[in-house]
């Protein structure tokens, strides 16, 4: 990259696990191991591909899976990634890690059963990393699952020990402008930065605005940068400098106004045009997303979060044509499952 890595010195952990970021398997650089090309391959899996709270009947929620061995990591859990999960073939028991870009419902939605399904066959800790209010919320999850843990299944063995002791979560600092690296392990070198998602006031009085994150993974010789939600962002544009792998969210305005126009007909138009320069100043539009990837030298482009579907838009090649105008490398629209 470009310009140089800083190191997490206050991340936020778990109170009740109390347990530093070296026990959440984040290691130090003196003693890190090594990740080199001979590493196991990596392969990126998009297990849902859509975007926005309403569940798609086409898509399952934003969710990936990076696979490497038999390890798994988690980037974002939004609803049906268990299910997803098991139509890839992935076993639960093998995640190491989750990252979460936002607490956006379709991007943390499932992270309960996550959780609550490593408790009942998972072993030793699972950290949860992601901006401000990760903490908050594993630890609510925690709480709030209390009941499902004492129902529990007759499963035989030891006790278990209570589900926040099998979890931790770790705030990243907030609105990063340099990249911090998140984990390390064998397999994975992981880094965040802080993207241009809540620019616009949300529906609740907050005295500041939420966090967002993008993440860039180096991992069996290759570097893939996730996103998240952003909007246009000189901080991203940099962040992907030389990535192999693009895995952007992409929004496509004209397709949002032609579903506005069916399902909110009878919205003031200034409530829907107020909505889409909403979406467009809050994520990427394809030839924003073209413009970053040419200037970076990434090596492909790979679309989700899809917003509309892009089974419901008129116009599907809408999605990609900007982008190829001026970036000449593969794009590709992902469909849930796909492998890259």
């Keep these: 990259m470009t310009f140089a890595f800083a190191t997490i010195r206050n991340a936020v952990l778990t109170a009740a696990a109390a347990i530093t970021l070296a026990s959440c398997a984040t290691v130090s650089a003196q003693e890190a191991p090594t990740v080199t090309a001979a590493a196991p391959t990596a392969q990126w899996i998009t297990l849902g591909t859509s975007g926005g709270p309403a569940v798609q009947v086409h898509r399952s929620q934003i969710a990936n899976a990076l696979v490497v061995g038999d390890a798994v990591y988690l980037f974002d859990v939004g609803n049906g990634v268990q299910r997803q999960m098991a139509m890839a073939g ?113 529906s609740v009085p907050l005295d500041h605005m939420p966090d967002a994150v993008a993440y860039r993974v180096e991992a069996g010789g290759r570097t893939i940068v996730f996103t998240g939600d952003s909007g246009p962002s000189p901080r991203l544009a940099r962040f992907m400098q030389g990535a192999d792998l693009l895995v952007t969210e992409v929004v496509e305005a004209e397709a949002i106004a032609a579903l506005l126009t069916r399902t909110a007909a009878g919205a003031p138009d200034a409530v829907r045009q107020s909505i889409i320069a909403g979406m467009r100043r809050n994520h990427l539009e394809p030839a924003e997303i073209g413009r970053m990837a040419a200037a970076a030298g990434v090596g492909a482009v790979v679309l989700t979060h899809f917003v509309p579907s892009p089974e419901d838009a008129a116009d599907r090649e809408a999605y990609v044509r900007d982008i190829r105008s001026v970036y000449a490398g593969p794009v590709t629209m992902a469909n849930d499952l796909d492998r890259f």
Aim: hydrophobic letters at 40%; glycine letters at 8%; proline letters at 11%.
């Design 90 to 202: 992935l076993d639960e028991n093998h995640v190491r890690a989750v990252f979460l870009s936002h607490h956006h419902l379709d991007h943390n939605a499932d992270l309960g059963p996550v959780l609550v399904t490593h408790w009942t066959f998972g072993q030793g800790v699972l950290p949860v990393f992601g901006p401000e209010g990760t903490s908050h919320l594993v630890l609510g999850l925690a709480d709030a699952n209390a009941p499902t843990l004492l129902a529990g299944f007759p499963t035989g063995g030891p006790a278990k020990p209570p589900l926040r002791d099998m979890v931790s979560a770790a705030d990243l600092p907030f609105a990063l402008q340099e990249p911090v690296l998140v984990y390390e392990d064998e397999n994975v070198r992981v880094s965040a930065i802080g993207v241009d998602h809540y620019q616009l006031p949300p």
